[in-house]
């Protein structure tokens, strides 16, 4: 099975598997990347996340980066997953997030977070929510 990640639950895969949920860890851990995917969003995410130091990666911030970005399968906007995030009508206001869940709701797969407005969210679209 193929899964999109939220920007924390790659985050917490490559570098805290035990910060992921019981079943999201079991899910990840065993999963190969191509069937871990990331919006292309995430990858910006984290790369603000490294400059505001809140990730400290080993080594060149971008080699690390590029080794992130090959742990998993990244999903390039496309006009169905851009149109999508526009058009949610619910009050979510983060375009990283609104981005991310469109990703997995145009692909019509699981997405892995522990986001309580995501999780809430996700549903109302068809997106079931893995933790």
């Avoid at 917490?12 to 999201?24: E, I, Q, V």
């Avoid at 995430?42 to 996340?49: D, F, H, I, K, N």
């Avoid at 009508?89 to 469109?102: E, N, Q, S």
């Amino acid at each position: 099975m193929r899964y999109v990640l939220d920007t924390h639950a790659a985050v917490w895969n490559a570098l805290a598997p035990a910060y992921l949920g019981a079943f999201a860890a079991r899910t990840l851990l065993s999963a190969k990347p191509s069937n871990l995917l990331i919006s292309d969003v995430t990858l910006s995410e984290v790369a603000r996340l490294i400059v505001a130091r809140k990730i400290k990666p080993q080594g060149n911030p971008d080699r690390w980066l590029e080794a992130f970005a090959a742990l998993h399968t990244v999903v390039p906007v496309n006009p169905l997953i851009a149109w999508t995030a526009a058009a949610y009508t619910f009050t979510h206001k983060d375009p990283c997030d609104r981005h991310i869940l469109a990703t997995a709701q145009s692909l019509n797969m699981p997405l892995v977070t522990v986001d309580d407005q995501l999780t809430k969210l996700a549903p109302t679209v068809g997106v079931h929510v893995i933790w």
